[in-house]
């Protein structure tokens, strides 16, 4: 079974500062999906990540896929209270990709 | 464009009961996907459908079936409703069947009492 794990599992900062979050797995992923959630929301589609070592860029949030293709990684720059939510990775797995997904990262950005 | 939409936005059933949720995926999306979100386990994958055809199954009961319509839009049913089963129903669609990238709908949250 390929597992995503994501690591801090709760963050809060303030606003202004940085932060990098991950998403690590023991098994190679043909690629990685970023998502944000909010309370009652369904979750919204950040990035996906193909390329082993690929970067990806999206305004002040950073995405990288790990040149082995089994982990990722989010950096937000000068993170600012809309970046709350739940960030969730996900790829797929077995042959009918489905999607497994990460327990998530609560980000709290205190003003 | 409109994205992935989800009816009812709230259902409340009582234990032994039966529920139904729907989804209409994005317009030109033929693959619809549910996942269930409960408090501490995260987004598990439940069902694939494509194409009208059931294409893949997650680690859940029988009593967890759906369907897709000739339009794409889908249904969840949930039959003999236990309490575990309260949670938020996710469903998302993809432009190629089976494909990576989905789009989620804003869910529907199950209670079951």
């Known amino acids: 079974t390929q597992l995503l794990e994501q690591s801090p599992q709760f963050l809060s900062i303030q606003e202004g500062e940085n932060l990098t979050v991950y998403c690590n797995s023991s098994?190679?992923?043909?690629?990685l999906q970023w998502y944000r959630q909010e309370p009652g929301e369904g979750p919204v589609l950040l990035v996906t990540?193909?390329?082993?070592?690929e970067v990806k860029k999206l305004k002040r949030l950073t995405f990288q896929f790990g040149d082995a293709r089994k982990d990722s990684s989010l950096h937000i720059t000068a993170a600012q209270p809309g970046d709350t939510g739940l960030y969730l990775c996900?790829?797929?797995?077995?042959?009918?990709?489905?999607?497994?997904f990460g327990k998530g990262i609560t980000l709290s950005v205190r003003p | 464009e409109a994205g992935v939409t989800q009816s009812p936005t709230h259902l409340i059933k009582t234990r032994g009961q039966q529920a139904t949720l729907r989804c209409s995926p994005i317009?030109?999306?033929?693959?619809v996907y549910w996942y269930q979100q409960a408090l501490g386990l995260g987004l598990q994958f439940l069902l694939w459908?494509?194409?009208?055809?059931?294409?893949n199954r997650g680690n859940f009961p029988p009593r967890f079936s759906g369907r897709q319509f000739p339009n794409y839009s889908s249904e969840l049913n949930v039959n003999a409703l236990e309490l575990e089963d309260s949670a938020l129903y996710l469903c998302?669609?993809?432009?190629?069947?089976?494909?990576?990238?989905?789009?989620f709908g804003p869910g529907t949250r199950l209670l079951v009492l």
């Open positions: 998302a669609s993809s432009l190629i069947a089976g494909g990576e990238t989905q789009y």
């Open positions: 098994s190679v992923f043909s690629s």
């Open positions: 990540v193909v390329t082993g070592g």
């Open positions: 996900a790829g797929p797995t077995g042959a009918n990709s489905k999607l497994t």
């Open positions: 317009s030109g999306h033929t693959s």
């Open positions: 459908y494509d194409e009208g055809e059931e294409r």
